[in-house]
């Protein structure tokens, strides 16, 4: 069944499959990394080798999973895909290993949240294509070094500053995903339209491009809330006001600010007047865990000028304060 049947049971999830891109060429936005991996499988193809390791860093939505599959794609190879919370022992990862084939591509998302000897085990395998494997338990345990296939490891964190040294130093090429500006965006969404058979005028992609946090992921998942909103109450067709109306009942607002978002900013602003306050104390004021807010929300605000890293702790600029329609506190200078 085509996922992409408006007339079909749509799984929304099979939606997100279906719209990434299969090729760099089609990967819009990101020229530099786009560029920079391009050469690196362009030149191992030519020398008919495989692949140095690549390490993806970004925030979630960016894009680093799409790229894993077009790696895979254009080298024209199987993809395994695994996380680094799946794997806990060593064992799982040496299962992995010595199952791929040669010359596939291993996506390994969040690889900053795997076990230390898994971790290990890792550094061996990309360096050597060897795993050690332990037989036997107690005194009597032996190290078996197992040979695997040459593979190519595309590991995913968000960010790669996470990722031990010895870890980081091993990757041939770490591509660091940005934000998406508003025209990539744009792009993005109009692909995006035309593949759900969605009619989308210049103006309508622009307003949800602009309220999209700079990130695919979001802008996909707003052109569906904005095709459903316009199918209840405007006989199905999309205008600018009709996006815009769409997108305030989601409390998105006119800057890509979602609700977490605000709850950050208001809590650092309003609770903690502005900080300096730490990032557990924040994280648990808005009732989030702490990586969510750090990975998540942080980066964008911190992009957006809303908040700042300090060593004392997080502050909110005099941008927050106006964001949220509050008085700026005269003792803030920034
Ligand atoms: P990540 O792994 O960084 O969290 P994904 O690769 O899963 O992000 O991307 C999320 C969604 O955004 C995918 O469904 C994909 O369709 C879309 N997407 C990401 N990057 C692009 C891009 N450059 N062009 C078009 N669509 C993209």
């Not at 390994?108 to 230390?116: F, T, V």
């Not at 332990?134 to 593979?151: D, N, Y």
């Not at 569906?224 to 405007?234: F, G, K, Q, S, T």
């Not at 306050?277 to 989030?288: C, R």
Request: aromatic letters at 4%; charged letters at 25%.
């Amino acid at each position: 069944e085509d996922p992409l049947d408006p007339h079909g049971h749509l799984d929304e999830q099979a939606v997100d499959g279906a719209l990434r891109p299969p090729s760099l060429e089609e990967f819009g936005g990101q020229p530099r990394v786009s560029a920079q991996l391009g050469l690196v499988l362009a030149a191992a193809q030519h020398r008919g080798a495989v692949p140095d390791h690549v390490l993806l860093s970004g925030p979630p939505g960016l894009g680093k999973t799409t790229l894993a599959m077009i790696i895979a794609h254009e080298l024209g190879v199987p993809l395994r895909i695994s996380s680094g919370p799946a794997i806990q022992h060593a064992g799982d990862l040496a299962a992995i290993l010595s199952g791929l084939t040669e010359g596939e591509v291993f996506f390994l998302d969040e690889i900053h949240r795997m076990s230390r000897p898994a971790e290990e085990m890792l550094y061996l395998a990309m360096e050597d294509f060897r795993v050690d494997v332990i037989v036997g338990k107690g005194p009597g345990a032996t190290e078996i070094p197992l040979e695997i296939p040459r593979f190519t490891l595309v590991g995913a964190t968000t960010r790669a500053g996470l990722l031990p040294g010895p870890l980081r130093d091993r990757f041939g090429f770490t591509g660091q995903l940005d934000y998406y500006d508003a025209a990539d965006l744009v792009r993005i969404v109009q692909r995006s339209a035309s593949l759900l058979k969605v009619a989308l005028d210049d103006a309508s992609a622009q307003v949800i491009a602009s309220r999209s946090r700079g990130t695919p992921r979001i802008a996909n998942r707003l052109l569906r809330r904005v095709r459903d909103y316009a199918l209840i109450h405007a006989s199905g067709r999309i205008t600018p006001p009709v996006a815009s109306a769409a997108l305030d009942l989601y409390e998105v607002d006119e800057l890509g600010l979602d609700r977490l978002d605000r709850a950050v900013l208001e809590s650092l602003c309003v609770r903690f007047g502005g900080g300096p306050v730490g990032l557990g104390t924040l994280a648990m004021s808005v009732g989030e865990e702490v990586e969510t807010v750090e990975e998540v929300a942080e980066p964008f605000l911190i992009r957006q000028g809303f908040l700042m890293r300090t060593p004392r702790g997080r502050v909110a600029t005099s941008r927050a304060w106006a964001h949220l329609g509050l008085t700026v506190p005269a003792s803030r200078v920034d």
